[in-house]
């Protein structure tokens, strides 16, 4: 029997899927003192397998206190340990752009397999890197893609859409989300001049009538979206929404993206948000369990 251990700010999600999985939950502890340290609390006794729920948004506030965390849980009894990671940071970065810089994937990846066991997470943001295994190295991964119930949710509620991928980055999660709703799919094309400083270039398109869906994986500043959603209704979409596996939406970035003109913004539960109508968890059980670590 498996143990499920979350940490206080996810129960909510701990508790679906422990239920899913039909294996109990319990919560690690966290004191915060003055300094900013964390003292953690685990059960006193652990079972052999352990599942490590941890979505990494915000990871320098967390990556420390999971490192805690799983060493504690291997002193306390554990000899397998999973984490279960909705969304991984700093997959963004696969290689130094400059001389000097730290490419973060790569050493959060060691890290990741120095801790773990196994590690299983939807969409990670891989770009020139084909597989999480080649990141974690030596670890066994389980990769989901969330771009097929996105895909058949926006079908169900808007059966004429046009999905769009916002840039190249994006086309991986667009083709399979229109290729599970049998819709049709277009790809645009971006120039990044900086974090908020972008150019997205629409693809050839009868856009007028047209109503527009975009998708993409991730949304952090909503600039990238922002673009594409203000040049299909200047070139005369109907109307656009977007949808996105995780979504960060850092400060006014989705307020931003509805005063662009995007009209219903749909979002995964991998990242808690107010935005969130489409449901992972059964995805994560359903892999738990067909990989035998329920």
């Not at 899913?20 to 006794?45: W, Y």
């Not at 969409?123 to 084909?130: G, K, V, Y």
């Not at 991986?172 to 799919?185: H, M, N, S």
Request: proline share 6%; hydrophobic share 45%.
């Amino acid at each position: 029997m498996s143990l499920l251990l979350a940490f206080d700010d996810e129960i909510p999600f701990a508790r679906g899927l422990a239920e899913a999985l039909s294996v109990p939950c319990a919560t690690i502890q966290r004191h915060r003192f003055p300094d900013g340290e964390s003292r953690l609390r685990l059960p006193p006794r652990l079972p052999a397998r352990v599942l490590m729920l941890r979505g990494l948004q915000q990871p320098n506030e967390k990556l420390a206190e999971l490192m805690l965390a799983a060493a504690g849980a291997r002193e306390l009894g554990a000899s397998e340990l999973v984490l279960v990671s909705p969304y991984l940071a700093y997959m963004r970065q696969d290689m130094a752009f400059s001389p000097g810089e730290v490419v973060s994937q790569r050493h959060l990846g060691h890290a990741l397999a120095a801790w773990f066991d196994v590690v299983v997470t939807v969409d990670p943001h891989l770009h020139r890197i084909q597989r999480l295994e080649d990141v974690v190295v030596g670890r066994r991964c389980i990769t989901l893609s969330a771009a097929g119930p996105i895909g058949h949710w926006v079908a169900a509620r808007q059966p004429d859409a046009l999905l769009v991928g916002p840039d190249a980055e994006s086309a991986q999660w667009v083709a399979v989300a229109a290729r599970e709703a049998g819709l049709p799919f277009l790809v645009c094309e971006k120039s990044r001049h900086g974090d908020q400083d972008v150019d997205v270039r629409l693809p050839p398109a009868a856009w007028t009538g047209r109503s527009v869906v975009l998708v993409d994986d991730v949304a952090s500043t909503g600039r990238t979206l922002r673009q594409a959603a203000s040049g299909v209704l200047a070139a005369g979409a109907a109307s656009v929404d977007v949808a996105v596996t995780h979504a960060l939406f850092v400060g006014s970035a989705l307020r931003e993206l509805r005063d662009a003109g995007v009209r219903r913004v749909w979002s995964t539960d991998c990242i808690p948000h107010e935005s969130n109508t489409i449901s992972v968890l059964p995805m994560i059980a359903q892999a738990l369990r067909e990989q035998g670590l329920s």
